[in-house]
């Protein structure tokens, strides 16, 4: 009996099996949809310039209040005998050689002594002898 039962069993698989069951489908393949490219070179990259404008990167802009920038430091204050005093030339009274520019002579004429003045060579000031 459980050999009948086993025989009936594999026969029932075997017709099961025979039984023309119509093929899947062929699958269809989706051609690849990558962007095309309309210009040849990607941009040319500028160089950086902190203080130039901000290009957006593609997010949308964040609106913010521009923060105004920090007052600029006062200039210093040197003190009198902080400069030095110009070279006096020889022969010549209203001529000094500056301090700054070895050679080159300056016409300080009209001004008293000790008073402040400024180097046209070098835009740094001495005092007049």
């Known amino acids: ?3 009948s039962l086993l025989l009936a069993l594999v026969a029932a ?3 099961a099996s025979c039984s023309e069951e119509p093929p899947p489908p062929p699958a269809r393949h989706r051609a690849a949809n990558y962007p095309t490219r309309t210009e040849q070179y990607p941009p040319q990259q500028q160089p ?3 203080n130039g404008p901000v290009e957006p990167t593609g997010a949308p802009p964040v609106q913010t209040t521009a923060a105004p920038p920090p007052p600029a ?3 210093t ?3 009198k005998g902080d ?3 110009g ?14 520019s070895p050679g080159k002579y300056i016409d300080v004429e009209g001004f008293p002594p000790g008073t ?3 180097d046209p060579y070098t835009d740094k000031i001495f005092l007049v002898p």
């Open 48 to 50: 950086f310039n902190p």
């Open 73 to 75: 430091a006062p200039p």
């Open 116 to 118: 402040e003045v400024k």
């Open 83 to 85: 400069y030095p005093y």
């Open 77 to 79: 204050k040197v003190a």
């Open 13 to 15: 698989f075997l017709v």
């Open 87 to 100: 070279i006096p030339v020889p022969g010549k009274p209203h001529l000094v050689e500056s301090p700054y």
């Open 1 to 3: 009996m459980k050999f």
